[in-house]
């Protein structure tokens, strides 16, 4: 997913407790530096601050980086002469998204004996059903006189 210009992350969406692996091909990329650290964040303090060397592929520079609950990620790029890519001066900062928890309904009461009751009266169900089943085969026979045992014949 391409956040911003020449900024690709392996997700649609960032979340927290997740690994993030970033991609940069922007202008130190371009510049053919041979390292590039990626200096980040996060919330509006820039809480947990650390610098991370990329890694240098084909696809551009690379990391992965394990994001931690809070609000935003925010983060910049130096290379190894002290050259940064900082989004002219307003970093790069993106919102992590925490999912909707009011949706989730949690059942605290349940247990196993719920479980097993509502598969003893699936079994029952089934069972019940059956039985109309061979009911409503087997009585127009009988009372027809048209049921016949199989007799085993030998020969």
């Known amino acids: ?14 979340t ?12 130190l990329f371009q510049n053919n530096s041979e390292s590039v ?14 610098d991370i060397e990329m890694k240098k592929t084909e696809l551009g520079f ?3 980086i394990q994001l931690i609950d809070s ?3 925010n983060f910049c790029f130096k290379n190894e002469k002290g050259d940064w890519d900082n989004n002219n001066n307003q970093n790069f900062i ?5 999912p ?3 949706l989730i309904l949690v059942n605290t009461n349940s247990s196993i004996s719920n479980i097993k009751r509502l598969r003893k009266s699936y079994i029952l169900k089934k069972k019940l059903k059956l ?13 027809t006189g048209n049921y016949k045992k199989k007799s085993k014949n030998n020969t």
Not at 1 to 14: Q, R, S
Not at 16 to 27: D, E, R, T
């Open 16 to 27: 927290p407790n997740i690994i993030v692996k970033i991609s940069y091909i922007g202008k």
């Open 1 to 14: 997913m391409e956040l911003v210009k020449n900024i690709f992350f392996n997700t649609d969406k960032l």
């Open 100 to 102: 909707e928890t009011s």
């Open 131 to 143: 039985s109309i089943y061979k009911i409503l085969t087997y009585l127009p026979k009988l009372i």
């Open 71 to 73: 609000n935003t990620f």
């Open 37 to 50: 650290y990626i200096h980040y964040g996060f919330d509006n303090d820039w809480k947990n601050v650390a």
């Open 94 to 98: 993106f919102e992590i998204e925490h």
């Open 62 to 64: 690379q990391a992965e």
